[in-house]
């Protein structure tokens, strides 16, 4: 069974930073694509950002140039390093893996304030 588990979210002023985590279990990260979501209240739940296997990575224009996607995959995890924080950020944080689109984690709350 594949799970994913998402760390690494907080309260943080404008212009900080945060690295997130997602941790799996049931599925070897280093062969699947990963993907970062984010959900704000009272909106759609949308893409942030992409990587593949051999590490390169797509982002939403809307992060791109603050936000950066890596994996170690010794330990079976990916991170998404946030600089430069607005509080347009703010949302809840999912990883997700492209061929198992209904599995998701509990999501890691990250507040950015103004």
């Known amino acids: 069974q594949v799970q994913l588990v998402e760390s690494g979210g907080g309260l943080v002023q404008s212009g900080g930073s945060l690295r997130l985590s997602c941790a799996a279990s049931g599925v070897y990260l280093s062969i699947s694509p990963m993907q970062w979501y984010r959900q704000a209240p009272g909106k759609e739940r949308e893409r942030i950002a992409t990587?593949?296997?051999?590490?390169?990575?797509n982002y939403a224009d809307s992060v791109k140039g603050r936000f950066t996607f890596s994996r170690d995959n010794a330990k079976n995890t990916v991170y998404l390093q946030m600089n430069s924080l607005k509080p347009e950020d703010t949302a809840v944080y999912y990883c997700?893996?492209?061929?198992?689109?209904?599995?998701w984690g509990q999501g890691t709350q990250v507040t950015v304030s103004s």
């Open positions: 990587i593949a296997p051999g590490g390169i990575t």
């Open positions: 997700n893996i492209p061929r198992y689109p209904d599995t």
